[in-house]
T-cell receptor, first 117, second 114 residues
Framework: GAGVSQSPSNKVTEKGKDVELRCDPI?????LYWYRQSLGQGLEFLIY????????KSGLPSDRFSAERTGGSVSTLTIQRTQQEDSAVYLC???????????????FGDGTRLSIL | KNQVEQSPQSLIILEGKNCTLQ??????????LRWYKQDTGRGPVSLTI?????NTKSNGRYTATLDADTKQSSLHITASQLSDSASYIC?????????????FGQGTTLQVKP
């Protein structure tokens, strides 16, 4: 399909392990976002990539979290030394460039459900 | 205190009835306000996007209103269907400065019963 694709859809791992989550955005979308949604909570912004500009990392909760976007397309979110509080659904979204008004719709993937034992 | 507050937290209505969801925000200045629909286990889907100069926008049976003076928005659903059962999320965007940070409300969970 032509939507945002995330993998894996589910991930269960032991505390202390590293995990990598992948996001394939819609072709041609220059903006890519990562969010975290904990049970019963609203979406929490993590990081934003726009073209070749420096990413906005202001939402990353600790230095255990990092993200890359290679070639302006696929992105990976890495969590090192996972903790139980990292358990959540991690959502990726992409959009066309937001511009000054910032009114481009975001297209979300269905997320990766991460469970830390 | 959350910068985007939604009410009610949850709502149950009968199929065919109308309903209105509320969103109050304190983000200022702001660039635009969005409503998303999120089905269980899926990612959010955009319903409407309004800039600060717009006060209403429709998408089929969904109509969003915005009062930038009182910092309030509402989402009205007409002739509800079972498929409208979902979480509805209000999102506010501050003016872009090479940042895509959006501020999400916690959502209103709507259940439509036959």
């Amino acid at each position: 399909g032509a939507g945002v694709s995330q993998s894996p859809s589910n991930k269960v791992t032991e505390k202390g392990k590293d995990v990598e989550l992948r996001c394939d955005p819609i072709s041609g979308h220059t903006a890519l976002y990562w969010y975290r949604q904990s049970l019963g909570q609203g979406l929490e912004f993590l990081i934003y990539f726009q073209g070749n500009s420096a990413p906005d990392k202001s939402g990353l909760p600790s230095d255990r979290f990092s993200a890359e976007r290679t070639g302006g397309s696929v992105s990976t979110l890495t969590i090192q030394r996972t903790q139980q509080e990292d358990s959540a659904v991690y959502l990726c979204a992409s959009s066309l460039a937001q511009g000054a008004v910032g009114n481009q719709p975001q297209h979300f993937g269905d997320g990766t459900r991460l469970s830390i034992l | 205190k959350n910068q985007v507050e939604q009410s009610p937290q949850s709502l149950i209505i009968l199929e065919g009835k109308n309903c209105t969801l509320q969103c109050n925000y304190t983000v200022s200045p702001f660039s635009n306000l969005r409503w998303y629909k999120q089905d269980t286990g899926r990612g959010p889907v955009s319903l409407t996007i309004m800039t600060f100069s717009e006060n209403t926008k429709s998408n089929g049976r969904y109509t969003a209103t915005l009062d930038a003076d009182t910092k309030q928005s509402s989402l009205h659903i007409t002739a509800s269907q079972l498929s409208d059962s979902a979480s509805y999320i209000c999102v506010v965007s501050a003016p872009a400065r090479n940042t895509g940070k959006l501020i999400f409300g916690q959502g209103t969970t709507l259940q439509v019963k036959p």
